[in-house]
T-cell receptor, first 111, second 113 residues
Framework: TQLLEQSPQFLSIQEGENLTVYCNSS?????LQWYRQEPGEGPVLLVT?????EVKKLKRLTFQFGDARKDSSLHITAAQPGDTGLYLC???????????FGQGTELSVKP | ETGVTQTPRHLVMGMTNKKSLKCEQH?????MYWYKQSAKKPLELMFV???????ENNSVPSRFSPECPNSSHLFLHLHTLQPEDSALYLC????????????FGDGTRLSIL
């Protein structure tokens, strides 16, 4: 059973376009993390959201945690080729629970 | 400098070989993890060590054997692997709790012939 569903799984866009990646679950998470993984490297943490409804911005990336803490979105404005990579969301359930990862969204931004 | 170093970066081995993967973290963290990453699948947590004690074994076959001699080093010993074990093996660390943000190494790409 996949607890965290990411969509879309693959996305290929032109430089300058906007995009949104979704991370959905029927479970409530105490916090949610977003990572980016580039080819040949390990995932790197981008942001952690903790409060329902929270919005965090990282340059052209905007992260939102759903009010009910069951879902999250990542919006990229004016995508650049350097944004290419695998985007992973990971939910934490309580202090003792392990991280649950989504299957990832593979983004390709063409110049 | 990622703070988490994995060696080797690539490994090709036969099904009867014995090899070990090594992970070292320089972040002062107390929790370390092994993950398996296969194409089109979510990251699979294999083992968790917290303060050198194994706190989770996620139903991993016994042909994978972890070892954590201290909080900075983690090994994964491999023996009699199967072709379906070919994957990217990622090591990660976090401060002390399993659901904290994790710092990953760049992985070992393992191919089983």
């Amino acid at each position: 059973t996949q607890l965290l569903e990411q969509s879309p799984q693959f996305l290929s866009i032109q430089e300058g376009e906007n995009l949104t990646v979704y991370c959905n679950s029927s479970s409530v998470f105490s916090s949610l993390q977003w990572y980016r993984q580039e080819p040949g490297e390990g995932p790197v943490l981008l942001v952690t959201v903790v409060t329902g409804g929270e919005v965090k911005k990282l340059k052209r990336l905007t992260f939102q945690f759903g009010d009910a803490r069951k879902d999250s979105s990542l919006h990229i404005t004016a995508a650049q080729p350097g944004d290419t990579g695998l985007y992973l969301c990971a939910g934490a359930r309580g202090q003792g629970g392990k991280l649950i990862f989504g299957q990832g969204t593979e983004l390709s931004v063409k110049p | 400098e990622t703070g988490v170093t994995q060696t080797p970066r690539h490994l090709v081995m036969g099904m009867t070989n014995k090899k070990s993967l090594k992970c070292e973290q320089h972040l002062g963290h107390n929790a370390m993890y092994w993950y398996k990453q296969s194409a089109k699948k979510p990251l699979e947590l294999m083992f968790v060590y917290n303060f050198k004690e194994q706190t989770e074994n996620n139903s991993v076959p016994s042909r994978f054997s972890p070892e954590c001699p201290n909080s900075s080093h983690l090994f994964l010993h491999l023996h009699t692997l199967q072709p379906e074990d070919s994957a990217l093996y990622l090591c990660a660390s976090s401060q002390d709790r399993v659901n904290q943000p994790q710092h990953f190494g760049d992985g070992t790409r393992l191919s089983i012939l």
